[in-house]
T-cell receptor
Framework: KNQVEQSPQSLIILEGKNCTLQ??????????LRWYKQDTGRGPVSLTI?????NTKSNGRYTATLDADTKQSSLHITASQLSDSASYIC?????????????FGRGTQLTVWP | EADIYQTPRYLVIGTGKKITLECSQT?????MYWYQQDPGMELHLIHY???????EKGDLSSESTVSRIRTEHFPLTLESARPSHTSQYLC?????????????FGPGTRLTVL
């Protein structure tokens, strides 16, 4: 069964600190993995997208890594800011259909305190 | 920020009412999607469309219906709303020719059925 599991479910950190969010998946055949940021009451916004051949990608203070062999990904946030408070969702796409089926994790709820 | 819009943003209605959630995109994307998301849970695909006059049901069974008469417009209709329909509804679109098939999300409609 194709699944995406994220940990931790929630995380509280102080402003300025770094943190790392985890994602494990069983989706096959694998096409790409995305990390989205979803603010409360808003739609998800893409942070990074990685294909099978990419093992790291950065977007400002966000750095995602991918290990396609172990089917694991992480999202590292550096020097956190209050505006980083949001849900971070790991999404894996398969290449088994023309639709490009997406499998969503439940997200990690990050809260940054001043 | 992606040019995809949803109205209304919030809707509170009584049981038995007919409602239509609007979704429009100005990017000329062929593929459009409707997702349902409950708090703390993953997004579930309920409808999708490959293009004009094309609509398909997603993975999560839904009593809603959709139509795609114009490329930019993908409304979702509930003929008779019930409390079990209370949820957040997210619309998304993607470029069929894109390498990543990246989906861009609207801000969502928070529906509450009393």
């Amino acid at each position: 069964k194709n699944q995406v599991e994220q940990s931790p479910q929630s995380l509280i950190i102080l402003e300025g600190k770094n943190c790392t969010l985890q994602c494990n998946y069983t989706v096959s055949p694998f096409s790409n993995l995305r990390w989205y940021k979803q603010d409360t009451g808003r739609g998800p916004v893409s942070l990074t997208i990685m294909t099978f051949s990419e093992n790291t990608k950065s977007n400002g203070r966000y750095t995602a890594t991918l290990d396609a062999d172990t089917k694991q990904s992480s999202l590292h946030i550096t020097a956190s800011q209050l505006s980083d408070s949001a849900s971070y969702i790991c999404v894996v796409s398969d290449r088994g259909s023309t639709l490009g089926r997406l499998y969503f994790g439940r997200g990690t709820q990050l809260t940054v305190w001043p | 920020e992606a040019d995809i819009y949803q109205t209304p943003r919030y809707l509170v209605i009584g049981t038995g009412k007919k409602i239509t959630l609007e979704c429009s995109q100005t990017m000329g994307h062929d593929k459009m999607y409707w997702y349902q998301q409950d708090p703390g849970m993953e997004l579930h695909l309920i409808h999708y469309s490959y293009g004009v006059n094309s609509t398909e049901k997603g993975d999560l069974s839904s009593e809603s219906t959709v139509s795609r008469i114009r490329t930019e417009h993908f409304p979702l209709t509930l003929e008779s709303a019930r409390p079990s329909h209370t949820s957040q509804y997210l619309c998304a679109s993607s470029d069929a020719s894109g390498v990543y098939n990246e989906q861009f999300f609207g801000p969502g409609t928070r529906l509450t059925v009393l």
